[in-house]
């Protein structure tokens, strides 16, 4: 039993070396290149590099290894990480007390920015990644130089063109690649530690105090170079569900943090070493200039792709979870493997990182360039993490006076690290925080206008359950299946009709779906089977499968089927529904069954500002993108599909539906009660 835990662990610990480490581990690439040879570069004398050294060394020890590695990871939701499942718990400890309240949405808005912040740097990683493993080519040869830019484009549109077919069969390869790659980058530092040991002191925090007072405000620009020391950091908390705090804290202090400080103290001493460094390209300077040089390119390369498909997956669940907590567009999801659900491909999302990815491409063309850029979203995130941190660890029950200080000193160090990237904004900084703004935007406006379209739904006239199972009683036991309604006729078609409801409904004397309302209406007729499907997203990652559903028989052939998955999990329904129908607890016809779906038709009301009007219009813009419920279900390639358009007026204090029932249900039930004539045509198919 002991060999199978640690055989188990062993593959977690390799399989996080190739998805959470990938972005953090390719970092010496460019790190103390930009600090020494960057926009505001450092004389090579050995207090410079004692200096940069000693805030490398202490930013890796606090903001990761004690931080991330040691507290950060504690705070999991069922397993799962990231700022939302940060979010998550704070939800589940406040809501069941009552309304969200002030510092809940407080919370919630910093949540979002985080969110957004990590897309903005996300779409410079991968370049940054490529462009500095590529640029080993100019090393090694100077005439290829020019072809790092367009071999770079190449690369990454092969990447982001085979996320649809896919990561599961490269995906065994990526922990030994970078196994070899920590393994590479740590013992080609130990060689020039050995000759240089003096870089060693670095580990005395003194230095790192000295260099920052010596150097004064250009302290800034230095640690605006530093921060790239950790790019990726917010990896270790988002993979936390595929691996596990343990494989991830495990492979952290055995490899890779002993390896990266090898490397980083190896770049200082070769720092010292009088020898001129090729194109000032510090990390390929550590390598003999020869063939072996090429080697090493090739291996970086395939590193930096294993960075970037990190970063590309990683954005695939977090936009997943996005739309689950209901902050984002429902986007297609398309699963490439059958045995792991966390494997995803969102076509929206691949090919609008792949242009942002060739733009900046273009534009910057070097590492240089995009260094510059780096770093102020991700410190804004960072400082989030720590604020959020404060109230989960205090929930808890840690004392305020032990977790205050703590993370005071996070968010110092943290805000210390922002506000020197602030200074790189004028040159290319503002790019992060302009993706930043517009995905924030996007999320705020989506959640506005849906809790506008919600207080609609709220506020439409509510007719109880038990008024239609009373109407679809009276149909079943008519003999012609076909009895008034009122001033018409309504009939039972032989058709199971899936009708999606935004409430759940549990007993009759809840309200009625409009969908079912407006059917019958429209159409006068009722299905034969109506079941009355509620999809609920929980603030937790994942619903074990004895969880999932809640079947209430209401009577007269309704159903009422109440789901729940969590923000990690898509809901497929048709695989719910047959598996209900399976169990004998519905019933329809594989091939006869149709879902009804509502469609918003929003109606602008002239007492609407004009802020809000651009701001409701931008709403529509975004509904209109956004994919269908019933084929983010998974229902669209399985059923028929009848659509019923519902008109919402909007102004300035109200949103009401514009749906005007014929006649009241009440009047139609002692109407169709009365004894009349009957037709005696047949029910229609």
Not at 402 to 415: E, K, R, S, T, Y
Not at 524 to 542: E, Y
């Amino acid at each position: 039993m002991e060999v199978r835990k640690k055989t188990g662990l062993v593959a977690l610990c390799v399989g996080a070396l190739g998805v959470v480490y990938g972005d953090i581990g390719t970092s010496p690439l460019y790190t103390l290149k930009q600090t020494f040879f960057g926009t505001h570069h450092l004389d090579r004398t050995l207090p410079n590099v004692l200096g940069a050294l000693s805030l490398v060394f202490w930013t890796l020890t606090l903001i990761v290894c004690v931080k991330y590695v040691l507290l950060v990871l504690r705070a999991d939701l069922n397993g799962e990480g990231g700022v939302f499942a940060l979010l998550g718990i704070i939800r589940n400890r406040q809501e069941p007390k009552g309304k969200p309240t002030r510092k809940l949405w407080i919370i919630t808005t910093a949540v979002m920015v985080g969110a957004a912040c990590l897309y903005g740097e996300g779409v410079i990683t991968p370049v940054i990644s490529v462009l500095s493993a590529y640029e080993g080519l100019g090393v090694a040869t100077p005439a290829l130089k020019k072809a790092v830019v367009p071999i770079t484009f190449a690369t990454l549109f092969l990447l982001f063109w085979f996320q649809s077919r896919g990561t599961g069969r490269v995906g065994k390869a990526f922990g030994p690649i970078m196994v070899a790659w920590f393994a590479t980058i740590g013992v080609a530092g130990l060689v020039w530690i050995v000759r240089y040991p003096q870089v060693l002191e670095a580990v005395n925090p003194v230095h790192a105090a000295a260099f920052l007072t010596r150097m004064g405000m250009r302290s800034l620009f230095v640690l605006g170079a530093v921060v790239l020391a950790i790019t990726g950091v917010e990896a270790l908390f988002a993979d936390l569900g595929h691996f596990g705090s343990r494989a991830i804290r495990v492979s952290w202090f055995s490899l890779v943090y002993p390896a990266l400080l090898l490397n980083y103290f190896g770049q200082g001493a070769r720092l010292l070493d009088p020898a001129p460094v090729p194109n000032h390209h510090l990390f390929y300077a550590l390598f003999p200039q020869n063939e072996l040089l090429y080697a090493v390119i090739a291996l970086a390369t395939l590193a930096a792709v294993i960075a970037s498909q990190a970063v590309i997956s990683g954005a695939f669940s977090l936009t997943r979870q996005a739309i689950a907590l209901g902050f984002f567009p429902r986007l297609r999801i398309i699963f490439t493997s059958a045995e792991i659900q966390g494997r995803i491909y969102m076509p929206m999302v691949n090919w609008l990182l792949f242009a942002g990815c060739a733009v900046l491409t273009l534009v910057f063309g070097t590492s240089n360039g995009l260094a510059a850029a780096y770093g102020v979203a991700v410190t804004g995130t960072m400082a989030i993490t720590s604020f959020i941190f404060y109230f989960v660890a205090r929930g808890w029950g840690w004392r305020w006076y032990l977790v205050g200080p703590v993370c005071a000193v996070f968010l110092v160090v943290d805000l210390s690290f922002f506000g020197a990237n602030t200074l790189k904004i004028a040159n290319g900084g503002f790019v992060p925080i302009l993706i930043a703004a517009a995905l924030f935007g996007v999320m705020k406006t989506w959640q506005w206008g849906r809790g506008v379209l919600a207080r609609a739904y709220l506020d439409f006239a509510r007719i109880p359950m038990h008024h239609y199972i009373e109407l679809k009683q009276a149909l079943m036991e008519s003999p012609n299946l076909r009895i008034k309604y009122g001033r018409r006729e309504v009939a039972q078609v032989e058709r199971a009709v899936v009708f999606l409801s935004s409430r759940a409904i549990c007993a009759p004397e809840d309200p009625c779906p409009i969908g079912l309302r407006v059917y019958i209406r429209r159409n006068g007729a009722m299905p034969k089977h109506v079941i009355l499907l509620n999809v609920l997203q929980m603030n937790r990652p994942s619903v074990p499968a004895s969880e999932r559903y809640k079947v209430i028989p209401l009577g007269a052939n309704i159903v009422s089927v109440n789901a729940q998955y969590g923000y990690m999990q898509t809901p497929h329904v048709p695989t719910l529904l047959k598996s209900l129908k399976r169990a004998g607890l519905i019933k329809i016809n594989e091939s006869r069954w149709t879902v009804q779906v509502g469609e918003e038709e929003i109606i602008i009301d002239k007492s609407l500002s004009l802020m809000r009007r651009q701001m409701l219009r931008f709403f529509i813009v975004i509904l209109r993108l956004s994919n269908p419920a019933d084929r983010y279900f998974g229902m669209r390639e399985h059923a028929g599909r009848n659509k019923t358009v519902i008109p919402v007026v909007i102004g300035a204090d109200f949103s009401r539906i514009a749906i005007v029932d014929e006649e009241p249900i009440e009047e139609a039930i002692r109407a169709s009660q009365d004894p009349g004539p009957l037709p005696t045509a047949g029910a229609p198919a």
